[in-house]
């Protein structure tokens, strides 16, 4: 190939890869773009743009992504169903998917690391902060309403600070100062605590530089069960060793912290009582579901609907606020809902081409589906693209993809 030629195309991928690792970020949801009418509009447009200007002038699009594309449109048809019958409709997300899903590994691998730069660099002045307030400074914040209307009819409001959102229910006072658990720029604490968890799993937990630092302190700093559990499965995984000094170093800093901050509620409870509800009853830690929507799972379960599903956003509009994998199943039905794990598992094992591939996956198979007994994200943006980097990442692939450490 020319050089000039070679160099024009890097070009094209690097612009690529920029662009869709920041979707991947607004797809999230910072706290920025909740009052903007026009962002998913634009978001819509630059996905196609993109996509169709790199495929002409990459004229390359492989024999696996055709498969992949087709799977995911058979899903996608399923969802076009609801109580009413047919109701036609398409969104970003199923736009972005369909997009990223034309491109080759190179892309989907530096589309992550591009989101994992961004995703750790706008978590920095939340940690800074985090400490700041815990020491009594005083920072100034405004009113910020939910944008989620369920978390409206609550009653609860965000302080807006610079660079970071905090939900008020989930701050504590401690002495002159106050902690919380950390929201970052994301709409909750549990949003922090999964996709740390999840990055730490397909950078094979690797803390040995600034971000994969950043990824650990805000999982921590979160107070997210999640994010704990997650972690924690994922070390006896793959190292036993690491959750050793962890624990340990954990043990010595909570042994000499203040009683004032070991009797706060954010440790006490967060930490302390959940993580031992965790073994003794799972039931009182089990938070995603609620007396409203089990109502309607178990007639759902025994309705004609339980093939197809009840149709797109039915979980959202019966307004029981949960989050669970039954949400997707309540939505697509149990056909619609094997059809997207079938996706995950046959982009899986499309990139195994050995047994090592396959044991390095594994831990982030474990964790992904884990993942979505209490954050059921298969039709997300965001959740899709971490899972197929991460894949091309932890592979040894033999195609054009940097064997560099994906946090280089």
Same mark, same amino acid.
């Given at each position: 190939?020319?050089?000039?030629?070679?160099?024009?195309?890097?070009?094209?991928?690097?612009?690529?890869?920029?662009?869709?690792?920041?979707?991947?970020?607004?797809?999230?949801?910072?706290?920025?773009?909740?009052?903007?009418? +026009?962002?998913? @509009?634009? %978001? #819509?447009?630059?996905?196609?743009? /993109?996509?169709?200007?790199?495929? !002409? *002038?990459?004229?390359?699009?492989?024999?696996?992504?055709?498969?992949?594309?087709?799977?995911?449109?058979?899903?996608?048809?399923?969802?076009?169903?609801?109580?009413?019958?047919?109701?036609?409709?398409?969104?970003?997300?199923?736009?972005?998917?369909?997009?990223?899903?034309?491109?080759?590994?190179?892309?989907?691998?530096?589309?992550?690391?591009?989101?994992?730069?961004?995703?750790?660099?706008?978590?920095?002045?939340?940690?800074?902060?985090?400490?700041?307030?815990?020491?009594?400074?005083?920072?100034?914040?405004?009113?910020?309403?939910?944008?989620?209307?369920?978390?409206?009819?609550?009653?609860?409001?965000?302080?807006?600070?610079?660079?970071?959102?905090?939900?008020?229910?989930?701050?504590?006072?401690?002495?002159?100062?106050?902690? +919380?658990?950390? @929201?970052? %720029? #994301?709409?909750?604490?549990?949003? /922090?605590?999964?996709?740390?968890? !999840? *990055?730490?799993?397909?950078?094979?937990?690797?803390?040995?530089?600034?971000?994969?630092?950043?990824?650990?302190?805000?999982?921590?700093?979160?107070?997210?069960?999640?994010?704990?559990?997650?972690?924690?499965?994922?070390?006896?995984?793959?190292?036993?060793?690491?959750?050793?000094?962890?624990?340990?170093?954990?043990?010595?800093?909570?042994?000499?912290?203040?009683?004032?901050?070991?009797?706060?509620?954010?440790?006490?409870?967060?930490?302390?009582?959940?993580?031992?509800?965790?073994?003794?009853?799972?039931?009182?830690?089990?938070?995603?579901?609620?007396?409203?929507?089990?109502?309607?799972?178990?007639?759902?379960?025994?309705?004609?609907?339980?093939?197809?599903?009840?149709?797109?956003?039915?979980?959202?509009?019966?307004?029981?606020?949960?989050?669970?994998?039954?949400?997707?199943?309540?939505?697509?039905?149990?056909?619609?809902?094997?059809? !997207?794990?079938?996706?995950?598992?046959?982009?899986?094992?499309?990139?195994?081409?050995?047994?090592?591939?396959?044991?390095?996956?594994?831990?982030?198979?474990?964790?992904?589906?884990?993942?979505?007994?209490?954050?059921?994200?298969?039709?997300?943006?965001?959740?899709?693209?971490?899972?197929?980097?991460?894949?091309?990442?932890?592979?040894?692939?033999?195609?054009?993809?940097?064997?560099?450490?994906?946090?280089?």
């Amino acid at each position: 190939m020319d050089v000039s030629l070679k160099i024009k195309h890097s070009f094209i991928d690097e612009g690529v890869s920029l662009i869709f690792g920041s979707l991947i970020f607004l797809t999230l949801r910072p706290y920025f773009i909740w009052e903007s009418k +026009f962002i998913y @509009s634009i %978001v #819509f447009v630059l996905a196609i743009t /993109v996509t169709l200007a790199w495929s !002409l *002038l990459r004229a390359r699009i492989s024999k696996s992504s055709v498969v992949f594309i087709s799977v995911f449109l058979s899903s996608f048809f399923l969802n076009q169903f609801t109580l009413h019958g047919a109701y036609p409709w398409i969104s970003v997300v199923v736009v972005l998917i369909l997009c990223f899903l034309l491109f080759d590994e190179k892309i989907y691998k530096n589309t992550l690391k591009v989101f994992i730069n961004i995703y750790a660099l706008v978590s920095i002045p939340s940690i800074l902060m985090f400490f700041l307030l815990a020491a009594g400074v005083n920072l100034e914040w405004e009113y910020l309403e939910p944008y989620s209307k369920a978390k409206q009819s609550t009653g609860v409001y965000y302080r807006e600070y610079f660079g970071m959102v905090v939900l008020n229910t989930q701050i504590f006072t401690l002495g002159t100062g106050e902690l +919380f658990r950390l @929201s970052s %720029v #994301f709409p909750e604490p549990g949003v /922090v605590g999964t996709v740390s968890a !999840l *990055l730490l799993t397909v950078t094979r937990f690797d803390v040995k530089n600034w971000k994969g630092v950043i990824l650990l302190v805000s999982g921590i700093l979160s107070f997210s069960l999640a994010f704990y559990v997650l972690a924690c499965m994922y070390l006896i995984l793959k190292k036993p060793f690491y959750l050793f000094i962890l624990a340990g170093l954990l043990s010595a800093l909570f042994f000499y912290l203040p009683d004032d901050i070991k009797d706060n509620r954010i440790i006490k409870y967060y930490v302390m009582e959940r993580g031992e509800a965790l073994f003794v009853n799972f039931d009182e830690v089990d938070n995603r579901l609620n007396d409203c929507f089990e109502r309607r799972y178990d007639e759902f379960l025994n309705s004609s609907d339980i093939f197809i599903g009840n149709g797109y956003k039915a979980s959202i509009s019966t307004m029981c606020n949960v989050s669970s994998y039954k949400n997707v199943i309540y939505d697509y039905g149990i056909i619609g809902f094997l059809i !997207l794990v079938l996706l995950y598992i046959i982009i899986l094992l499309s990139k195994i081409r050995t047994k090592s591939d396959f044991m390095n996956c594994v831990p982030l198979l474990i964790v992904f589906f884990a993942t979505s007994y209490q954050r059921p994200a298969f039709d997300t943006f965001w959740f899709f693209a971490i899972f197929v980097g991460g894949v091309i990442s932890l592979v040894n692939s033999k195609s054009n993809v940097s064997d560099r450490g994906i946090l280089q």
